[in-house]
């Protein structure tokens, strides 16, 4: 349960931190909601783990302010020692022009704002450009960290002009530090931007006090299987009722809602209500989140990529292992946290044989759990975030590599390597 919020008439963020002074700004358009823990608006992975990350960092005692959208909250607002400032309305002004003013001319005036040492962007984007042009203006750090694998595709096919690909290539290549999910991705930036990246493991809160209980294996009679994502094409709800109408022995709880009403979404939303054995339960507040999880034997994932996926790290923190057609650095397979497949058939077969075997069923729920402590707790994986922000603060920014020439990543003194190998609108 996120803890209220309430407003203060001081600037948290010029508190000198006894840890070394670092003064923090997470740039996040979305992360209002998950912040102040309200049931509404955009909630995503991005939004959950810089609101986590800002909460830590400011309970470690620095300075820390979150650029947000303005969604009606006050000025002066802090919650949980994190300063809140607003950018201004998501709609606001004229389209074709507010893409300049009020957005990138709010994103200006409230930078200089917070007025940081290190400024924090995760999610590529036009926004993550527009973060490191102001930093490399200014003299501050900038860090960047990588959300999803289309982000280290030169490509970048999620991004739809020339201006929103132009302005992430530069804040990519512009950041004096990049931080990566994955092996995979990892990879990539070196292998097709030429860019060194640090990995670090992405990190999920645990259950809270009365929310963990060691699953059972479940009864072959009430076998639940959750899915859990916002309804869009890239997360393919389509295959999961599928998969539903070929095993009406099992029940499917869908937790997600569409970010706005397509024709997609409305077909997909009509159909699912028709399948006796599909539970959709719309945009579930992350606070009843556990309650999916310990019902579900199993979280099915059918999306056509990810990063590192929150839902996975959630589950895996209750001990529920994921049947998926994304496999983050094979671990899925690798670790035996459940099981990989890569078509609607192959699901299938995978959940018959995961589910219809208590003995697998129980080694792979002890694998995630244990996966998951390893690698993805709060205490395993914010100290290396904080490590990669203060090695930032101590070297000045650096120009950009050359292609097919890395540049070198200065290694944080305290970063382990782990075992392991959002939403801003549309630039108009």
Same mark, same amino acid.
Not at 7 to 13: F, S
Not at 375 to 393: C, G, K, R, S, Y
Not at 394 to 410: D, I, S, Y
């Given at each position: 349960?996120?803890?209220?919020?309430?407003?203060?008439?001081?600037?948290?963020?010029?508190?000198?931190?006894?840890?070394?002074?670092?003064?923090?700004?997470?740039?996040?358009?979305?992360?209002?909601?998950?912040?102040?823990?309200?049931?509404?608006?955009? @909630? =995503?992975?991005?939004?959950?783990?810089?609101?986590?990350?800002?909460?830590?960092? %400011?309970?470690?005692?620095?300075?820390?302010?979150?650029?947000?959208?303005? *969604?009606?909250?006050?000025?002066?607002?802090?919650?949980?020692?994190?300063?809140?400032?607003?950018?201004?309305r998501r709609n606001a002004g004229?389209?074709?022009?507010?893409?300049?003013?009020?957005?990138?001319?709010?994103?200006?005036?409230?930078?200089?704002?917070?007025?940081?040492?290190?400024?924090?962007?995760?999610?590529?984007?036009?926004?993550?450009?527009?973060?490191?042009?102001?930093?490399?203006?200014? =003299?501050?750090?900038?860090?960047?960290?990588?959300?999803?694998?289309?982000?280290?595709?030169?490509?970048?096919?999620?991004?739809?002009?020339?201006?929103?690909r132009a302005l992430y290539r530069?804040?990519?290549?512009?950041? &004096?530090?990049?931080?990566?999910?994955?092996?995979?991705?990892?990879?990539?930036?070196?292998?097709?931007?030429?860019? *060194?990246?640090?990995?670090?493991?992405?990190?999920?809160? *645990?259950?809270?006090?009365? *929310?963990?209980?060691?699953?059972?294996a479940p009864a072959p009679e009430?076998?639940?299987?959750?899915?859990?994502?916002?309804? =869009?094409?890239?997360?393919?709800?389509?295959?999961?009722?599928?998969? %539903?109408?070929?095993?009406?022995?099992?029940?499917?709880? @869908?937790?997600?809602?569409?970010?706005?009403?397509?024709?997609?979404?409305?077909?997909?939303?009509?159909?699912?209500?028709?399948?006796?054995?599909?539970?959709?339960?719309?945009?579930?507040?992350?606070?009843?989140?556990?309650?999916?999880?310990?019902?579900? %034997?199993?979280?099915?994932?059918?999306?056509?990529?990810?990063?590192?996926?929150?839902?996975?790290?959630?589950?895996?923190?209750?001990?529920?292992?994921?049947?998926?057609?994304?496999?983050?650095?094979?671990?899925?397979?690798?670790?035996?946290?459940?099981?990989?497949?890569?078509? @609607?058939?192959?699901?299938?077969?995978?959940?018959?044989?995961?589910?219809?075997?208590?003995?697998?069923?129980?080694?792979?729920?002890?694998?995630?759990?244990?996966?998951?402590?390893?690698?993805?707790?709060?205490?395993?994986?914010?100290?290396?975030?904080?490590?990669?922000?203060?090695?930032?603060?101590?070297?000045?920014?650096?120009?950009?590599?050359?292609?097919? &020439?890395?540049?070198?990543?200065?290694?944080?003194?305290?970063?382990?390597?782990?075992?392991?190998?959002?939403?801003?609108?549309?630039?108009?």
């Amino acid at each position: 349960m996120t803890a209220p919020a309430t407003r203060v008439a001081t600037r948290p963020n010029r508190q000198i931190s006894v840890l070394g002074g670092m003064r923090l700004c997470v740039v996040a358009h979305s992360a209002f909601p998950t912040l102040a823990g309200e049931p509404k608006g955009h @909630v =995503g992975g991005v939004e959950r783990q810089t609101s986590l990350l800002a909460r830590w960092l %400011a309970a470690r005692g620095y300075g820390v302010s979150v650029l947000t959208w303005d *969604e009606g909250q006050p000025d002066d607002l802090v919650i949980d020692g994190v300063r809140v400032t607003k950018i201004c309305r998501r709609n606001a002004g004229l389209r074709g022009l507010r893409f300049f003013h009020p957005r990138w001319t709010g994103l200006v005036r409230a930078m200089r704002e917070a007025d940081a040492d290190v400024y924090y962007h995760n999610c590529g984007e036009y926004v993550t450009g527009q973060v490191a042009l102001w930093c490399r203006r200014n =003299g501050r750090a900038f860090v960047y960290s990588v959300a999803s694998d289309p982000d280290c595709d030169p490509r970048l096919p999620e991004m739809k002009t020339l201006r929103e690909r132009a302005l992430y290539r530069h804040g990519l290549r512009s950041a &004096n530090r990049v931080i990566v999910q994955t092996r995979t991705q990892k990879h990539m930036l070196r292998s097709r931007f030429g860019i *060194e990246s640090l990995v670090i493991p992405m990190p999920c809160a *645990e259950p809270a006090d009365g *929310e963990w209980v060691r699953p059972a294996a479940p009864a072959p009679e009430s076998v639940r299987v959750a899915w859990v994502g916002r309804i =869009g094409t890239v997360k393919r709800l389509e295959w999961l009722l599928d998969i %539903a109408e070929a095993l009406p022995e099992y029940s499917f709880d @869908v937790a997600g809602a569409p970010d706005e009403t397509t024709p997609y979404s409305q077909a997909l939303l009509a159909r699912a209500a028709a399948i006796r054995n599909v539970a959709m339960h719309g945009r579930v507040n992350p606070g009843d989140m556990p309650r999916i999880y310990r019902a579900a %034997a199993c979280l099915c994932c059918t999306s056509v990529f990810e990063g590192f996926p929150n839902t996975f790290l959630e589950a895996w923190s209750h001990g529920v292992p994921v049947v998926s057609s994304f496999d983050p650095d094979h671990l899925i397979a690798e670790r035996h946290l459940g099981a990989v497949a890569h078509d @609607v058939p192959g699901l299938i077969l995978a959940l018959r044989s995961l589910l219809g075997s208590p003995e697998r069923w129980k080694q792979a729920s002890a694998n995630v759990r244990r996966y998951y402590l390893e690698n993805h707790t709060i205490e395993a994986a914010m100290p290396q975030f904080e490590a990669v922000f203060l090695d930032a603060l101590k070297h000045p920014p650096r120009g950009a590599a050359a292609p097919g &020439n890395p540049r070198p990543a200065t290694e944080p003194t305290r970063l382990v390597t782990p075992q392991s190998g959002a939403d801003t609108g549309s630039p108009e």
